[in-house]
Structure formats: structure tokens, C-alpha cells
């Protein structure tokens, strides 16, 4: 980042402040996106979250992805030097109309999440047989 | 000059604008080959230094961390996860791959054998242990 706050004066900020109590400033991540012929794929970095601190929502076509990082604070420790600052990621995607929303799974390993949104049948690509004539 | 809060606050929103700006630049194709940022944080208390980095997606076996007086390097390599000709058609591209290297002066001399690093969902850490005769001693003044 090219501008960043004083790192001394996040440190006395930051001192006293727990998980819980922390202004967290929204950021969104970085994503990839690709196409399989059955599904979509979406990864996104999510550094510091788990299965239990992702939440995906999928509401009228729009899918929101949403973390919260749950260990960036070491216990008994005051910052001296900061490049980051507690997140939350958000990003929000508008869906094609043909993904079966019945079968969209998400995975976090790593502090990644993937997510796969398998393409509704009827719109799976289908190979046509060509009979001889 | 008098300021109000709401200098201020426009201040960080330009701020927050520009490095909107500036991170857009960096999404672009042509940085693509630029590798993965990693950035540090810097902990302390009075018996030791904690380092963490947020670095999603990492396999541990990658990571090289060594210490060398004062400072701390810490090597790797973040290779994707898509198996090639598992990606039929390309969307978005944002996340970067690739090897990285970054080191660290730290405040003090550390002692190197007993540094311990753990890799937990996205997030490094290492624990560096202050050596005794790097901890700040109290001098007592005697009245004359």
C-alpha cells in the first residue's frame, strides 16, 4: 500500500482493543473466477478466516461473500509495526439467472474459500450425436 | 488553522480513494506476473516478538523462515490451485501467484533457536524469544 497511517499511533490505538471490540475496515479480497462446463468456480483469499468465520449469502441472484478474521490479534502482545489492519472482507457477485442454488458448495482451507456454483442442467452444454444419413 | 473531525475524515476518504486507485492498478494484467504481497505485522511484549503475515492459501512445506541476527526472512511460494485445463474460461484473475521473499529488521537480536512459526488458516506467525541479556535492566540510583 502507498499510504499508510502512522504505524505508532495505530500501536496505541490498537493496544487495548480485543476481537470483539475492533473497527474493522471493510476490504475486498481477491478473486478468482473461472468456468468449468458444469459449474463456476470462485476462489477468494480470505487470510485469518475459517468455516466458521465465512458467511455466504445468495439472495435474489446476488451472492455476498463475507469474512471476518478471527485470529489477528496475538494474545498479550502490542503492535510495533503494522502493514495490516484488522479486515473484513466483503465482495459481492450478480449471478447468472442458471446456477442451481441447491447445489452450491463452499470449502476454506487455508484461508481460502472456494466456492463451486454448478450451472443448472438445462443449461449444461450437451453433446448432440450426428447419426449418418 | 482551526481542523474539525470532518477534515479528517475527508482526508481518509481521499486517502482511502487513492489507494482504491493504486490497488486497481495493480489488478491489472499486464502486474500480473508481480508477486504475492506479503504483509507484516510486527508484535511485542516484553519477553518476545511476534511476527504474523496474512497470506492465504500457502503449502507449509514452501515456506522458508530463517533468522540471521536481526533480521527475519521469510521465503515462499504460493502456487494456484486450479489444475490447468480445469479453467475453461477465465472471469476474474485477481489473486497473485508466485515466489516472494521479504525480510525484516527486527528491534533486537533474537535467539534463532528457539523461534517457532505455525501456518493457521491463511495467517503466519512467529514466535521470536527476546535472549536475557537483550531485556532492558533497571538501574537503581543510590542517594550520594
Known amino acids: 500500500m502507498l499510504f499508510t497511517r502512522n504505524p505508532a499511533k495505530t500501536a496505541t490505538e490498537e493496544r487495548t482493543v480485543s476481537n470483539e471490540g475492533t473497527q474493522r475496515r471493510r476490504r475486498a479480497p481477491a478473486v478468482d473466477i473461472w468456468e468449468q462446463d458444469h459449474a463456476l468456480v470462485v476462489t477468494a483469499d480470505l487470510p485469518g478466516c475459517d468455516e466458521a468465520s465465512v458467511e455466504i449469502t445468495l439472495e435474489k441472484g446476488v451472492l455476498t461473500l463475507r469474512g471476518t478474521p478471527t485470529s489477528d ?27 442451481d442454488r441447491s447445489g452450491v458448495s463452499a470449502v476454506v482451507r487455508n484461508g481460502v474459500l472456494t466456492l463451486t456454483l454448478p450451472k443448472a442442467k438445462e443449461v449444461q452444454p450437451r453433446r448432440i450425436a450426428v447419426k449418418a444419413g | 488553522m482551526f481542523y474539525d473531525d470532518r477534515t479528517f475524515a475527508s482526508m481518509e476518504r481521499m486517502l482511502a480513494d487513492m489507494n482504491r486507485l493504486f490497488d486497481q492498478t495493480r489488478r491489472d494484467p499486464l502486474w500480473s506476473d508481480v508477486p504475492p504481497a506479503v504483509p507484516f505485522n510486527v508484535w511485542a511484549n516484553e519477553d518476545a516478538l511476534m511476527v504474523t503475515a496474512a497470506i492465504a492459501g500457502l503449502d507449509p512445506d514452501s515456506l522458508h523462515i530463517s533468522v540471521a541476527g536481526e533480521v527475519l526472512t521469510i521465503r515462499g511460494n504460493r502456487t494456484s490451485e486450479s489444475q490447468s485445463g480445469d479453467e475453461r474460461t477465465v472471469h476474474r484473475r485477481e489473486r497473485r501467484f508466485g515466489e516472494f521473499s521479504r525480510s525484516l ?40
Open chain 1, 73 to 99: 490479534y496475538p494474545e498479550g502482545f502490542t503492535l510495533v509495526y503494522g502493514e495490516y489492519e484488522p479486515a473484513e472482507y466483503v465482495r459481492t457477485f450478480t449471478l447468472p439467472d442458471e446456477i
Open chain 2, 105 to 144: 529488521q527486527l528491534p533486537y537480536r533474537v535467539d534463532a533457536d528457539q523461534a517457532e512459526a505455525r501456518y493457521n488458516g491463511g495467517i503466519l506467525s512467529v514466535a521470536l524469544r527476546r535472549p536475557e541479556d537483550e531485556k532492558p535492566r533497571t538501574i537503581a540510583v543510590q542517594a550520594a
